[in-house]
């Protein structure tokens, strides 16, 4: 094998390594970026179920109040 085509490989060879340390940089910087946007959508889903919680509870509540306003409009007076 000639140097120039030794030259040639080893250049390549030194983008290919190049490219592989860029790559696992991305793949680190996207798995930390994944893992925030896990934990976002857990709090996101927590709240979510908190909030329709409430909303059961205000619905009772006021299906309640109702009920007993139906009751003083039937009974006489």
Do not use: C, N, Y
Not at 3 to 18: A, G
Not at 26 to 53: F, I, N, P, V, Y
Request: proline share 1%; glycine share 4%; net charge negative.
């Amino acid at each position: 094998m000639s140097v120039d085509k030794l030259e040639t490989l080893e250049v390549r060879v030194k983008k290919m390594l190049d490219l592989i340390v860029e790559l696992r940089r991305d793949k680190s910087h996207l798995e930390q970026e994944l893992e925030s946007a896990r934990e976002q959508l857990a709090k996101q889903q927590e709240l979510t179920e908190g909030w329709e919680d409430e909303r059961g509870a205000i619905r009772t509540r006021i299906e309640k109040v109702l009920g007993e306003l139906e009751f003083l409009e039937r009974s006489p007076e």
